[in-house]
């Protein structure tokens, strides 16, 4: 047994339906990958290459559960996003072993301080904290690969109090799953246990404590979350 200077935390680990819990090992977020999404930020969507940042693994916040309103903000935005869970990794994965290192999927919601992030912009520093801040990332339970099959089209939605705010379709992604997986893997190697969050659809708006969030990607598990 290998003794440490600080005792081990616990790893982050996402339930799977009719399956063994997943464990997390790194996030990433995709971008501006859907084109209405890009133009509602004020950018143009034309396929420019892809990029990323990153959340922590103990950023994942499980369903069914309140989400704590974060503090240094008065403007916080869910996005809705199909989430992929990777079995295995590797570096320079072509686009067409790319769907072989899938485990399954997941909905996700990137919560964003947004003012904090328009703020960052600004000054022209990085906005690490207005998205990889503590409980940033509620996720459903994963559905594998085997079960669901691999999403390439289907409703994408996040609904706020029974009124739906955002919509669209897996299909309308800038970048598709083989092709991002690709792409991020040229930048950095993945790893198993990684999740990438594949981008969200335009619609994006605050929201305020007492909220009651569901989001919805076909085929998958509803995730259903309260803001407290």
Not at 83 to 91: N, R, S
Not at 96 to 102: M, P, R
Not at 176 to 187: F, K, P
Not at 210 to 217: I, N, P, R, S
Request: hydrophobic letters at 40%.
């Amino acid at each position: 047994m290998t003794n440490y200077a600080i005792p081990l935390w616990d790893t982050p680990t996402i339930p799977v339906v009719d399956g063994d819990p997943f464990p997390v090992h790194r996030i990433f977020c995709v971008g501006r990958n859907y084109a209405a999404h890009a133009r509602e930020m004020g950018h143009d969507p034309d396929r420019e290459p892809p990029f990323f940042f990153a959340k922590p693994a103990n950023a994942v916040v499980l369903n069914r559960t309140t989400v704590p309103y974060p503090d240094e903000t008065s403007d916080m935005h869910p996005e809705i996003e199909m989430v992929v869970a990777l079995k295995e990794g590797g570096y320079r994965i072509p686009e067409s072993a790319a769907l072989d290192k899938i485990y399954g999927y997941c909905v996700g919601l990137d919560m964003t301080r947004r003012d904090m992030q328009s703020g960052f912009k600004e000054m022209g520093r990085p906005w690490e904290m207005a998205k990889g801040f503590d409980r940033s990332a509620p996720m459903s339970e994963i559905h594998t690969a085997a079960s669901v099959g691999h999403l390439s089209a289907g409703a994408v939605t996040l609904g706020v109090n029974g009124e739906v705010r955002q919509s669209g379709n897996v299909n309308q992604l800038i970048w598709n799953v083989e092709e991002t997986i690709s792409y991020l893997s040229g930048l950095i190697e993945l790893y198993p246990g990684d999740l990438i969050m594949t981008g969200t659809p335009s619609g994006v708006s605050a929201v305020v404590k007492g909220d009651h969030l569901v989001g919805h990607v076909d085929g998958l598990t509803d995730l259903d979350i309260t803001i407290g």
